[in-house]
């Protein structure tokens, strides 16, 4: 069955219940949680609030379809702090951050956190061989947490960070983390469009790794702009297809960050998009 959902990272103008009213009154299944302000920052999103969110999403018979920790602008922006800058205590805040969110994950019921794949290198002196080294001394501090709470690390590549393709996804996931099933890939197509990657071929090709799916239109030009699915060149149709030759249970979800002023539009836009190709 096909399982879709709706981030609420697009929602940043709104407060959380006000994302998970509009993202079931249109339609979706699940919504995906921002562990970052203004909604979910996991060290000011207390027990209550916690409490209160289940009770919310039941009542809307919404689940949660990931936990997206990449961002952190509670003490940064949209990549700062990273897990492989020089600066330790910035490393040290990335880790910390993680961790917080693994928990709120357990606890509200997510199986998956989807992740930045280390962070930027453009800037930096960094070589390849240290960002990876870096970035596999966090997760390894973070992933006896995950495993308590049952909760998959779902490292996201994406243009201009340390792990761009499939392929550097993949070659960092043997070098590191070969054997270890609680270390996958959050698989957003538009990324592996941007960079190359056929994101259908890749589905196919790695099944196993595939914990999560992000979705979002791209252009023509390949260039890393979330577009509204059906404004770009993405063959969902194909996509979703790939995902049914795999099997794949999980949740796909619909991320649209760059639209906080027209948030519920778009969200319905979206569906109004898919929702045909879901029943295809």
């Excluded at 409490?51 to 990449?70: D, G, I, T, Y």
């Excluded at 199986?111 to 960002?131: C, D, F, Y």
């Excluded at 996201?156 to 270390?183: C, D, H, M, V």
């Excluded at 049914?244 to 796909?252: A, L, Q, V």
Aim: proline share 5%; net charge negative.
């Amino acid at each position: 069955m096909r399982k879709i959902a709706f981030s609420s990272n697009a929602f940043k103008k709104n407060t959380l219940a006000e994302a998970i009213d509009f993202i079931g009154d249109i339609g979706y299944g699940g919504a995906e949680i921002m562990a970052d302000v203004p909604h979910a920052y996991p060290a000011s999103f207390d027990s209550q609030k916690r409490e209160e969110l289940l009770r919310h999403m039941s009542a809307r018979k919404l689940a949660v379809s990931n936990v997206n920790a990449f961002t952190h602008f509670a003490d940064g922006d949209t990549y700062h702090p990273t897990w492989i800058e020089d600066d330790e205590r910035a490393r040290e805040m990335r880790i910390t951050h993680t961790m917080h969110a693994i928990e709120l994950a357990g606890q509200i019921g997510a199986k998956t956190l989807s992740l930045q794949p280390g962070g930027p290198m453009i800037g930096t002196t960094l070589t390849r061989e240290k960002a990876g080294e870096r970035f596999a001394e966090g997760l390894n501090r973070v992933l006896p947490l995950a495993k308590r709470h049952n909760v998959i690390l779902a490292v996201e590549p994406e243009p201009g960070l340390f792990i761009e393709t499939s392929a550097e996804y993949l070659a960092f996931k043997n070098e590191f983390f070969k054997n270890e099933p609680q270390i996958l890939m959050n698989c957003d197509v538009g990324h592996l469009f941007c960079v190359g990657d056929d994101p259908a071929s890749v589905i196919r090709a790695m099944p196993e790794q595939v914990a999560h799916v992000h979705l979002e239109d791209i252009g023509s030009n390949r260039v890393h702009q979330h577009l509204t699915p059906g404004k770009g060149v993405i063959n969902f149709l194909g996509i979703f297809q790939a995902l049914d030759d795999i099997h794949y249970s999980g949740w796909t979800t619909v991320e649209l960050y760059p639209y906080e002023t027209t948030a519920a539009g778009v969200a319905k836009r979206a569906w109004d998009h898919l929702a045909p190709l879901l029943r295809a």
